[in-house]
Protein backbone atom coordinates (compact mmCIF):
# COMPACT_ATOMS: atom_id res chain seq x y z
CA UNK A 1 0.00 0.00 0.00
CA UNK A 2 1.45 3.64 -0.74
CA UNK A 3 0.48 6.46 1.49
CA UNK A 4 0.49 9.97 0.25
CA UNK A 5 -0.13 13.25 2.74
CA UNK A 6 -1.57 16.01 0.90
CA UNK A 7 -0.80 19.72 2.33
CA UNK A 8 -1.74 22.57 1.09
CA UNK A 9 0.58 25.32 1.79
CA UNK A 10 -0.88 27.77 3.90
CA UNK A 11 -0.79 29.58 7.67
CA UNK A 12 1.89 29.37 9.79
CA UNK A 13 0.67 25.95 11.02
CA UNK A 14 1.83 24.49 7.80
CA UNK A 15 4.91 23.25 9.31
CA UNK A 16 3.33 21.03 11.90
CA UNK A 17 0.89 20.04 9.94
CA UNK A 18 3.78 18.57 8.27
CA UNK A 19 5.45 16.88 11.17
CA UNK A 20 1.88 15.88 12.96
CA UNK A 21 1.03 14.04 9.54
CA UNK A 22 4.37 11.95 9.30
CA UNK A 23 4.04 11.04 13.07
CA UNK A 24 0.62 9.92 12.58
CA UNK A 25 1.38 7.97 9.61
CA UNK A 26 4.88 6.53 11.07
CA UNK A 27 2.76 3.40 12.69
CA UNK A 28 1.83 2.36 9.32
CA UNK A 29 4.98 1.36 8.34
CA UNK A 30 6.74 1.85 4.90
CA UNK A 31 7.36 5.54 3.49
CA UNK A 32 4.96 8.40 2.80
CA UNK A 33 4.95 10.37 -0.12
CA UNK A 34 3.50 14.13 0.75
CA UNK A 35 2.42 16.12 -2.03
CA UNK A 36 2.78 19.82 -0.94
CA UNK A 37 0.96 22.28 -2.69
CA UNK A 38 2.37 25.86 -2.85
CA UNK A 39 0.18 28.91 -2.30
CA UNK A 40 1.57 30.67 -5.36
CA UNK A 41 4.23 30.65 -7.80
CA UNK A 42 6.49 32.64 -6.11
CA UNK A 43 6.24 31.31 -3.21
CA UNK A 44 9.57 31.65 -1.29
CA UNK A 45 11.37 28.84 0.90
CA UNK A 46 10.23 25.35 1.41
CA UNK A 47 9.24 24.03 4.87
CA UNK A 48 11.46 21.08 6.33
CA UNK A 49 10.17 17.51 5.47
CA UNK A 50 11.80 15.21 7.29
CA UNK A 51 9.41 12.12 8.34
CA UNK A 52 8.70 11.39 4.62
CA UNK A 53 10.52 9.36 1.59
CA UNK A 54 9.33 11.73 -0.83
CA UNK A 55 7.70 14.77 -1.84
CA UNK A 56 6.32 16.62 -4.51
CA UNK A 57 5.44 20.40 -4.57
CA UNK A 58 3.34 21.40 -6.46
CA UNK A 59 3.52 25.38 -7.59
CA UNK A 60 0.45 26.48 -9.25
CA UNK A 61 0.39 29.26 -12.34
CA UNK A 62 -0.79 32.11 -10.18
CA UNK A 63 -1.93 31.41 -7.03
CA UNK A 64 -3.65 28.54 -5.54
CA UNK A 65 -7.46 29.79 -4.24
CA UNK A 66 -8.17 28.74 -0.24
CA UNK A 67 -11.00 26.41 -1.45
CA UNK A 68 -11.19 22.93 -0.80
CA UNK A 69 -12.81 22.10 -4.06
CA UNK A 70 -9.26 23.39 -5.65
CA UNK A 71 -7.21 21.54 -3.19
CA UNK A 72 -9.46 18.07 -4.19
CA UNK A 73 -8.68 18.74 -7.88
CA UNK A 74 -4.56 19.24 -7.24
CA UNK A 75 -4.46 15.91 -5.32
CA UNK A 76 -7.14 14.18 -7.62
CA UNK A 77 -3.92 14.47 -10.20
CA UNK A 78 -1.62 12.77 -8.33
CA UNK A 79 -3.89 10.63 -6.64
CA UNK A 80 -5.14 7.87 -9.11
CA UNK A 81 -8.62 5.34 -8.65
CA UNK A 82 -6.75 2.61 -9.45
CA UNK A 83 -3.77 3.11 -6.87
CA UNK A 84 -3.54 1.35 -3.98
CA UNK A 85 -3.36 3.96 -1.69
CA UNK A 86 -4.16 5.70 1.15
CA UNK A 87 -3.98 9.56 0.94
CA UNK A 88 -3.68 11.46 4.06
CA UNK A 89 -5.07 15.02 4.94
CA UNK A 90 -4.60 17.09 7.80
CA UNK A 91 -8.11 17.17 9.41
CA UNK A 92 -8.57 21.41 9.35
CA UNK A 93 -12.08 22.23 8.39
CA UNK A 94 -11.26 22.69 4.90
CA UNK A 95 -8.58 19.64 4.77
CA UNK A 96 -11.18 17.00 5.69
CA UNK A 97 -13.89 18.90 3.31
CA UNK A 98 -11.17 17.99 0.17
CA UNK A 99 -10.44 14.22 1.87
CA UNK A 100 -14.22 14.26 1.40
CA UNK A 101 -14.66 15.39 -2.59
CA UNK A 102 -11.21 14.14 -2.75
CA UNK A 103 -13.09 10.66 -2.13
CA UNK A 104 -16.26 11.52 -3.72
CA UNK A 105 -13.81 11.96 -6.92
CA UNK A 106 -12.08 9.03 -6.83
CA UNK A 107 -15.10 6.75 -5.65
CA UNK A 108 -13.69 5.52 -2.71
CA UNK A 109 -14.06 5.88 1.32
CA UNK A 110 -13.52 8.60 3.38
CA UNK A 111 -13.38 8.46 7.24
CA UNK A 112 -12.77 12.15 8.69
CA UNK A 113 -11.40 13.18 12.03
CA UNK A 114 -9.24 9.87 12.44
CA UNK A 115 -7.23 10.20 15.82
CA UNK A 116 -4.50 7.24 14.94
CA UNK A 117 -3.51 4.79 11.67
CA UNK A 118 -1.81 1.82 12.36
CA UNK A 119 -0.87 -1.19 10.76
CA UNK A 120 -2.76 -4.60 10.98
CA UNK A 121 -3.03 -8.06 8.90
CA UNK A 122 -6.53 -6.77 7.33
CA UNK A 123 -4.67 -3.63 6.44
CA UNK A 124 -4.48 -0.34 7.81
CA UNK A 125 -6.68 0.59 11.18
CA UNK A 126 -8.31 3.83 10.96
CA UNK A 127 -9.51 4.86 14.79
CA UNK A 128 -11.45 7.66 15.41
CA UNK A 129 -13.67 8.89 18.53
CA UNK A 130 -17.49 8.50 17.82
CA UNK A 131 -20.27 9.20 20.83
CA UNK A 132 -19.49 12.31 21.59
CA UNK A 133 -16.14 11.40 22.59
CA UNK A 134 -17.39 8.25 24.64
CA UNK A 135 -15.84 5.30 22.13
CA UNK A 136 -12.88 5.22 19.33
CA UNK A 137 -14.63 3.63 16.35
CA UNK A 138 -11.77 1.74 14.55
CA UNK A 139 -12.31 0.79 10.67
CA UNK A 140 -10.22 -1.45 8.02
CA UNK A 141 -11.07 0.22 4.62
CA UNK A 142 -12.88 -2.86 2.23
CA UNK A 143 -10.63 -1.48 -0.28
CA UNK A 144 -7.93 0.78 -1.81
CA UNK A 145 -7.86 3.59 -2.45
CA UNK A 146 -9.46 4.97 0.58
CA UNK A 147 -8.83 8.96 1.46
CA UNK A 148 -9.23 9.95 5.35
CA UNK A 149 -8.17 13.04 7.25
CA UNK A 150 -6.32 13.36 11.00
CA UNK A 151 -6.12 15.14 13.52
CA UNK A 152 -3.30 17.52 13.85
CA UNK A 153 -1.55 17.68 17.59
CA UNK A 154 0.01 20.56 18.05
CA UNK A 155 3.17 20.76 18.58
CA UNK A 156 3.96 17.98 16.69
CA UNK A 157 7.62 16.12 17.40
CA UNK A 158 10.02 16.94 14.69
CA UNK A 159 10.61 13.66 12.78
CA UNK A 160 14.05 12.13 13.02
CA UNK A 161 16.46 11.49 10.40
CA UNK A 162 17.36 13.61 6.91
CA UNK A 163 15.44 15.59 5.13
CA UNK A 164 13.87 13.72 1.60
CA UNK A 165 14.74 15.34 -1.69
CA UNK A 166 12.13 17.37 -3.05
CA UNK A 167 10.60 17.62 -6.51
CA UNK A 168 8.77 20.45 -7.92
CA UNK A 169 6.15 20.32 -10.41
CA UNK A 170 4.66 23.25 -11.89
CA UNK A 171 1.01 23.12 -13.34
CA UNK A 172 0.84 24.65 -16.45
CA UNK A 173 -3.09 25.58 -16.22
CA UNK A 174 -3.89 28.43 -13.80
CA UNK A 175 -6.73 27.94 -11.25
CA UNK A 176 -9.48 30.36 -11.66
CA UNK A 177 -12.56 31.34 -9.47
CA UNK A 178 -15.57 29.15 -10.79
CA UNK A 179 -17.76 30.92 -13.06
CA UNK A 180 -20.56 30.94 -11.26
CA UNK A 181 -19.24 32.41 -8.31
CA UNK A 182 -19.70 36.26 -7.75
CA UNK A 183 -18.82 36.53 -4.54
CA UNK A 184 -18.06 34.64 -1.16
CA UNK A 185 -18.08 35.82 2.22
CA UNK A 186 -17.61 34.10 5.26
CA UNK A 187 -20.27 35.04 7.51
CA UNK A 188 -19.06 33.90 11.62
CA UNK A 189 -21.84 31.91 13.77
CA UNK A 190 -23.11 33.92 16.40
CA UNK A 191 -21.88 32.88 19.75
CA UNK A 192 -24.33 31.56 22.05
CA UNK A 193 -24.19 30.04 25.04
CA UNK A 194 -24.97 25.77 23.66
CA UNK A 195 -27.97 24.25 25.28
CA UNK A 196 -25.63 21.83 27.66
CA UNK A 197 -25.50 25.31 29.99
CA UNK A 198 -29.77 25.62 29.70
CA UNK A 199 -31.22 25.38 33.37
CA UNK A 200 -34.44 24.24 31.47
CA UNK A 201 -34.71 22.79 27.77
CA UNK A 202 -37.31 21.30 25.32
CA UNK A 203 -36.81 19.07 22.85
CA UNK A 204 -38.85 18.48 19.67
CA UNK A 205 -38.64 14.90 18.02
CA UNK A 206 -39.94 14.13 14.93
CA UNK A 207 -43.27 13.05 16.45
CA UNK A 208 -43.73 17.14 15.92
CA UNK A 209 -44.43 16.09 12.72
CA UNK A 210 -43.26 18.82 10.27
CA UNK A 211 -40.59 21.73 10.15
CA UNK A 212 -43.96 24.26 10.73
CA UNK A 213 -44.59 22.78 13.99
CA UNK A 214 -41.24 24.13 14.55
CA UNK A 215 -41.91 27.85 15.88
CA UNK A 216 -44.48 26.70 18.16
CA UNK A 217 -42.31 24.27 20.08
CA UNK A 218 -39.77 27.43 20.39
CA UNK A 219 -42.76 29.92 21.22
CA UNK A 220 -43.19 27.02 24.04
CA UNK A 221 -39.58 27.26 25.22
CA UNK A 222 -39.45 30.62 25.15
CA UNK A 223 -42.57 30.64 27.38
CA UNK A 224 -41.35 28.35 29.56
CA UNK A 225 -37.72 30.60 29.86
CA UNK A 226 -36.24 26.97 28.29
CA UNK A 227 -33.80 26.79 25.49
CA UNK A 228 -34.83 24.39 21.88
CA UNK A 229 -33.37 21.48 21.35
CA UNK A 230 -33.71 18.44 18.84
CA UNK A 231 -34.01 14.57 18.23
CA UNK A 232 -31.13 13.56 15.29
CA UNK A 233 -34.16 13.04 13.10
CA UNK A 234 -35.40 16.23 13.67
CA UNK A 235 -31.66 18.00 13.45
CA UNK A 236 -30.98 15.75 9.70
CA UNK A 237 -34.17 16.71 8.39
CA UNK A 238 -32.92 20.15 8.50
CA UNK A 239 -35.79 21.79 10.84
CA UNK A 240 -33.54 22.62 13.39
CA UNK A 241 -29.94 23.95 13.75
CA UNK A 242 -27.66 20.32 14.44
CA UNK A 243 -26.23 22.77 17.56
CA UNK A 244 -29.32 21.66 19.05
CA UNK A 245 -29.13 18.01 18.63
CA UNK A 246 -28.77 16.03 22.41
CA UNK A 247 -28.22 12.26 22.64
CA UNK A 248 -24.89 9.83 22.32
CA UNK A 249 -23.77 11.35 19.34
CA UNK A 250 -24.56 15.12 20.42
CA UNK A 251 -25.12 16.49 23.74
CA UNK A 252 -25.46 15.01 26.62
CA UNK A 253 -27.80 17.48 28.88
CA UNK A 254 -28.78 17.88 32.70
CA UNK A 255 -30.91 20.77 32.98
CA UNK A 256 -33.47 21.21 36.29
CA UNK A 257 -36.57 20.72 33.62
CA UNK A 258 -36.44 18.81 30.11
CA UNK A 259 -39.81 18.84 28.24
CA UNK A 260 -39.72 16.05 25.65
CA UNK A 261 -42.42 16.79 23.06
CA UNK A 262 -43.12 13.71 20.38
CA UNK A 263 -39.49 11.55 20.92
CA UNK A 264 -39.82 8.05 20.99
CA UNK A 265 -37.10 7.58 23.20
CA UNK A 266 -34.52 5.48 21.69
CA UNK A 267 -31.49 4.65 23.76
CA UNK A 268 -29.29 6.90 21.99
CA UNK A 269 -31.40 9.94 22.77
CA UNK A 270 -32.23 8.74 26.46
CA UNK A 271 -28.24 8.78 27.13
CA UNK A 272 -28.41 12.46 26.29
CA UNK A 273 -31.75 13.47 28.65
CA UNK A 274 -31.86 10.70 31.60
CA UNK A 275 -29.74 12.62 33.68
CA UNK A 276 -32.37 15.82 33.61
CA UNK A 277 -33.40 16.35 37.37
CA UNK A 278 -36.91 16.30 36.32
CA UNK A 279 -38.24 15.00 32.37
CA UNK A 280 -41.66 15.41 31.30
CA UNK A 281 -42.36 13.19 28.19
CA UNK A 282 -45.38 13.60 25.93
CA UNK A 283 -46.09 10.76 23.39
CA UNK A 284 -49.39 9.83 21.75
CA UNK A 285 -48.08 6.13 22.25
CA UNK A 286 -48.61 5.12 25.80
CA UNK A 287 -46.15 2.09 25.25
CA UNK A 288 -42.94 4.95 23.87
CA UNK A 289 -39.97 3.84 25.87
CA UNK A 290 -39.28 7.53 26.74
CA UNK A 291 -42.37 6.59 28.97
CA UNK A 292 -39.56 4.31 31.04
CA UNK A 293 -36.94 7.54 31.94
CA UNK A 294 -39.78 10.16 32.87
CA UNK A 295 -40.38 11.59 35.79
CA UNK A 296 -43.83 12.93 34.38
CA UNK A 297 -45.57 11.24 31.33
CA UNK A 298 -48.47 12.43 29.38
CA UNK A 299 -49.92 10.36 26.96
CA UNK A 300 -51.21 13.06 24.29
CA UNK A 301 -50.32 14.79 21.16
CA UNK A 302 -47.53 16.78 21.15
CA UNK A 303 -48.67 19.55 19.23
CA UNK A 304 -52.12 19.81 20.57
CA UNK A 305 -50.85 20.28 24.14
CA UNK A 306 -48.29 22.93 23.33
CA UNK A 307 -50.76 24.67 21.81
CA UNK A 308 -53.10 24.64 24.99
CA UNK A 309 -50.28 25.12 27.35
CA UNK A 310 -48.94 28.53 25.23
CA UNK A 311 -53.09 29.90 25.31
CA UNK A 312 -52.88 28.89 29.27
CA UNK A 313 -50.06 30.78 29.85
CA UNK A 314 -51.62 33.36 27.52
CA UNK A 315 -48.18 35.27 26.74
CA UNK A 316 -46.88 35.06 30.29
CA UNK A 317 -43.14 33.94 30.62
CA UNK A 318 -42.88 31.26 33.21
CA UNK A 319 -39.85 32.53 35.11
C1 LIG B 1 -24.98 5.54 15.92
C2 LIG B 1 -26.27 6.25 16.26
C3 LIG B 1 -26.21 7.41 16.99
C4 LIG B 1 -27.37 8.11 17.31
N1 LIG B 1 -27.30 9.26 18.03
C5 LIG B 1 -28.43 9.93 18.30
C6 LIG B 1 -28.42 11.14 19.06
O1 LIG B 1 -27.37 11.63 19.49
N2 LIG B 1 -29.59 11.75 19.29
C7 LIG B 1 -30.79 11.27 18.84
O2 LIG B 1 -31.85 11.89 19.08
N3 LIG B 1 -30.83 10.15 18.13
C8 LIG B 1 -29.68 9.48 17.84
N4 LIG B 1 -29.76 8.34 17.11
C9 LIG B 1 -31.07 7.97 16.52
C10 LIG B 1 -31.95 7.26 17.52
O3 LIG B 1 -31.64 5.89 17.54
C11 LIG B 1 -33.43 7.44 17.14
O4 LIG B 1 -33.62 7.02 15.80
C12 LIG B 1 -33.91 8.88 17.28
O5 LIG B 1 -33.62 9.38 18.56
C13 LIG B 1 -35.41 8.92 17.04
O6 LIG B 1 -35.83 10.24 17.08
P1 LIG B 1 -37.32 10.58 17.45
O7 LIG B 1 -37.67 9.99 18.77
O8 LIG B 1 -37.50 12.05 17.29
O9 LIG B 1 -38.17 9.92 16.26
P2 LIG B 1 -39.02 8.59 16.22
O10 LIG B 1 -38.27 7.41 16.68
O11 LIG B 1 -39.65 8.55 14.87
O12 LIG B 1 -40.17 8.84 17.31
C14 LIG B 1 -41.20 9.73 17.17
C15 LIG B 1 -42.11 9.55 18.37
O13 LIG B 1 -43.10 10.55 18.33
C16 LIG B 1 -44.33 9.96 18.71
N5 LIG B 1 -45.37 10.79 18.07
C17 LIG B 1 -45.76 10.81 16.77
N6 LIG B 1 -46.71 11.74 16.58
C18 LIG B 1 -46.89 12.34 17.78
C19 LIG B 1 -47.72 13.40 18.22
N7 LIG B 1 -48.52 14.06 17.39
N8 LIG B 1 -47.65 13.73 19.53
C20 LIG B 1 -46.85 13.08 20.40
N9 LIG B 1 -46.04 12.08 20.04
C21 LIG B 1 -46.06 11.73 18.73
C22 LIG B 1 -44.30 8.55 18.20
O14 LIG B 1 -45.16 7.73 18.98
C23 LIG B 1 -42.82 8.19 18.42
O15 LIG B 1 -42.64 7.59 19.68
C24 LIG B 1 -28.61 7.62 16.85
C25 LIG B 1 -28.65 6.43 16.14
C26 LIG B 1 -27.50 5.76 15.84
C27 LIG B 1 -27.58 4.47 15.08
Redesign the pocket.
Known sequence: MKIVAVIRESSAQVQNQIYALAESIRPLGGSAQLIYLRKCEDAGELPDFRGYEKVLAVRPKGTLPEDPEVWADAAEMFVKPDEEVLAVLPATMEGSEAAALLAGRLGCGCLLNVKTLRQSEEGPVLSRP???NNLTVSFVPESLPAVCSVTVQPAAEVPEGEAPAVEEVQLAEAYEEPSWLEDAEIIPRAEEEGITAAKRVV???????SREKIPQMQELAEALDARLA??????YDGWVDKSC???????IIAPELCVV????????????VEKSKYLVA????PS???FRIADLGIV??????AEALLRELGGEKVG
Not at 230 to 235: D, I
Not at 245 to 251: E, P, Y
Not at 261 to 272: L, P, Q, V
Not at 300 to 305: F, I, R, Y
Open positions: AYSVAGRGVGATRPVVMVGASSAMGASGAAAFAAGVNNDAAVEDCNAL
